[in-house]
Nanobody, 121 residues
Framework: QVQLVESGGGLVQAGGSLRLSCAVS????????MGWFRQAPGKEREFVAT????????KYADSVKGRFTISRDNAKNTVYLQMDSLKPEDTAVYYC??????????????WGQGTQVTVSS
């Protein structure tokens, strides 16, 4: 079975930084990429960033480009999301997922449980 476990969330002041980690275990069933998504209260889950397992191609949502960096460590089976210059509007539950190299959440089929990120003003 595939398991994705996020960690690293917490409370941070605006302008601060957090690094989220997603530990992957089990086979990903040919999933070509890992992605980060987030969901704020009352809103739809939205794309944040994605990275391929090979080649390290990346895509970012316009709202986080230049502030967030997605990376991976294949030897550790871990994907990271470095979040800098955090804003209150970044507050959400952040989820990691395995699937296709896409901005569409529908193309990801394995999901973690999520980790809360709260940015205070």
């Amino acid at each position: 079975q595939v398991q994705l476990v996020e960690s690293g969330g917490g409370l941070v002041q605006a302008g601060g930084s957090l690094r989220l980690s997603c530990a992957v275990s089990g086979r990903t069933f040919s999933a070509g990429a890992m992605g980060w998504f987030r969901q704020a209260p009352g809103k739809e889950r939205e794309f944040v960033a994605t990275i391929t397992w090979t080649g390290s191609s990346t895509k970012y949502a316009d709202s986080v480009k230049g502030r967030f960096t997605i990376s991976r460590d294949n030897a550790k089976n871990t994907v990271y999301l470095q979040m800098d210059s955090l804003k209150p509007e970044d507050t959400a539950v952040y989820y990691c997922a395995a699937g296709s190299y896409s901005i569409r959440k529908e193309l990801y089929y394995y999901w973690g449980q999520g980790t809360q990120v709260t940015v205070s003003s």
